[in-house]
């Protein structure tokens, strides 16, 4: 498809999403995330050769939340290897909010995936480092390579807001130390993960990080090897299954490729052997969302002819 093609196809996908803005709403359980501007909406394309295409409002900062997950995934299984990372967290759909501490109290503590809350902490627990800041300094070196971009920074206020409400994720963080899933100190480990969720940036960064897993881990613009394929592919199927929460399973049959969704609003999906794609709208629908952003990837699937399963 050309060039031009492609941007027509992004600029219709954010006029399809757009109205159904309005039915979204923004969460109000951390306080930063409640102050954004509900009625933005954008979206960028990286493909493997490098072009890049852009619609709506894809040069607004956001925090990315939950997308922050899979890169810490990743610098995982390159640090600890994939049967560690297995043995802390499973890789099935949970079936219960990304929240839950229900499912720890009857499986011995182990998260069922890695994208859950619980999952996510026990993941990051393995990072490199003692203190949080040292196991969120690393993981942001790790980001701003992928990005090929120092200036990505976390957002302080987005940090704060976080690490004074977010008690339950303290919780489940010591329900599974009470069980021997995370070995180091517990506080360490979900004080490096608020850091990580408030991670900020905009639809091209975002899109450009997530080009490594679209290409057999490796960046296909300066052809470093990230990661080897056997993680890769792990990372994609975790996506697919796991990826935008209890929607998963519909976004799968909908849309038909790997994503991760944040509350901050980003979604990144990835095309494999084809492109990378961030979209940003804030207001979020009753899974936790980006219910304009589910909407463009929805309208850019079928345009495209991007799942999977076709």
């Known amino acids: 498809m050309q060039n031009f093609m492609l941007s027509d196809v992004l600029e219709s996908a954010v006029l399809y999403a757009r109205p159904y803005i309005k039915e979204g709403k923004l969460p109000d359980y951390i306080p930063a995330l409640a102050e954004v501007h509900p009625g933005k909406l954008g979206v960028c394309v990286h493909t493997l050769d490098g072009s890049v295409h852009v619609a709506g409002d894809y040069n607004i900062p956001f925090s990315i939340q939950s997308i922050s997950k899979l890169f810490a995934l990743s610098q995982a299984l390159n640090t600890a290897g994939a049967e560690k990372v297995l043995a802390k967290a499973g890789v099935e759909p949970s079936g219960n909010p990304f929240y839950s501490l229900v499912q720890l109290e009857y499986e011995s503590g182990k998260p ?7 999952g996510a ?48 994720n303290r919780a489940v963080g010591h329900f599974m130390k009470h069980f021997g899933i995370i070995d180091g100190d517990v506080d360490a480990a979900v004080d490096a993960y608020f850091r990580q969720c408030s991670v900020e940036m905009n639809c091209v960064q975002l899109s450009r990080i997530g080009l490594y897993l679209a290409n057999h881990g490796v960046d296909p613009l300066t052809q470093r090897a990230v990661t080897v394929p056997e993680h890769v592919r792990y990372i994609n199927a975790v996506l697919m299954l796991c990826g935008l929460y209890d929607a998963s399973g519909e976004f799968a049959v909908k849309v038909g490729i790997p994503a991760k969704s944040g509350v901050g609003g980003g979604i990144l999906g990835i095309v494999p052997g084809r492109m990378s794609i961030a979209v940003y709208g804030p207001a979020l629908d009753e899974k936790g969302n980006s219910i304009g952003g589910i909407r463009i990837m929805e309208k850019l699937s079928s345009d495209l002819q991007l799942s999977l399963f076709n």
């Open 112 to 118: 069922r995936n890695p994208l859950i809350n619980a």
């Open 121 to 168: 902490i026990a993941v990051t627990s393995m990072l490199p480092g003692e203190t949080g800041e040292e196991k969120f300094s690393g993981l942001l070196g790790f980001i701003r390579e992928l990005a090929g971009d120092d200036s990505i920074v976390m957002n302080a206020y987005v940090y704060q807001s976080e690490a004074t409400t977010s008690h339950r």
